[in-house]
């Protein structure tokens, strides 16, 4: 781990964290407050006339496209927010702040993803319909878990299973079809990365979060103090890397504002035709 602060004596593994890389994530990551009045603002209002939000909006259930674009941005500006909370306390992990930056990685695409405006209105509202497919998936496996305590009978709502039910059923597959809106399936996050770009820091940052070797070498390596217990090994001892930690953060950052442009365009602005 690294320490914010001066070294900390008691705690051998912490290190000085490079005090202008520090000063310049916390600079960076200030103004994360106004990206989130941002997306609740746009969130709120209703769809400007005239622009992609309100073109969908005759489809079944196109609110699906916002719900879950504004749920992957506020996921994504959560993940650095918690980043920047860690940035002003008094220690900072080696490698456990790269899971959030990956994750508003993940929350940036999927945002995209939905309000894409290179699609039409079909595609965009089909992908709402897979989102919501996916979730429900995800419901039935939770709730479906032998590991589940015994609960009492359900007096109202829909278990994932009838929710699944209610998006398979024939009749409403064929009212959607009738719509435009054709089956869609859920992209994974990965293919996403690629397509936007952002492959090589999801892979960096997720290969550091699992543990994995080889994104090591983007580390700093300090010389351990005592004989390698294995001549074929190096022992030391590893510090936070902080110009990757800048560069992911800066990128992270990067796609969510580019994420909330995306809905902000798609809810707010008319469309010329």
């Given amino acids: 781990m ?33 990206l989130w009045r ?9 769809a400007a006339p005239g622009s992609l939000a309100a073109a969908d909006a005759p489809l079944p259930d196109a609110r699906f496209v916002s719900m879950y674009a504004g749920q992957a941005l506020g996921t994504a500006l959560d993940h650095l927010a918690a980043w920047r909370s860690l940035l002003n306390g008094p220690t900072l992990p080696m490698v456990a702040h790269l899971t959030l930056i990956r994750g508003s990685l993940e929350g940036a695409v999927r945002c995209r993803w939905h309000v894409d405006p290179t699609k039409d209105a079909g595609t965009r509202v089909g992908r709402g319909f897979a989102a919501r497919r996916a979730d429900q998936v995800e419901r039935s496996k939770y709730e479906a878990s032998k590991e589940a305590p015994p609960g009492p009978e359900r007096t109202s709502g829909k278990s994932a299973i009838e929710r699944l039910a209610e998006l398979d059923d024939p009749d409403a597959v064929r ?56 001549p074929k090994v190096q022992e030391g001892i590893l510090t936070a890397s902080e110009p990757a930690a800048l560069e992911l953060t800066l990128t992270a950052l990067g796609a969510v504002r580019v994420a909330l442009e995306d809905l902000e365009a798609y809810r707010s602005r008319a469309v010329l035709r």
Avoid: C
């Fill in 38 to 46: 941002r997306r609740e603002t746009t969130l709120r209002a209703l």
């Fill in 175 to 230: 009212a959607r079809d009738a719509a435009g809106i054709g089956p869609v399936g859920y992209t994974k996050i990965t293919n996403l990365m690629i397509d936007y770009g952002l492959e090589r820091p999801y892979r960096l940052a997720s290969a550091l979060a699992h543990g994995q070797e080889w994104p090591l070498l983007t580390m700093h390596v300090l010389e351990s103090g005592r004989p390698a217990s294995d």
């Fill in 2 to 34: 690294t320490d914010a602060s001066p070294y900390d004596r008691a705690m051998r593994a912490f290190f000085p964290y490079d005090p202008a890389i520090l000063a310049e994530l916390r600079r960076e990551l200030a103004g994360l407050d106004e």
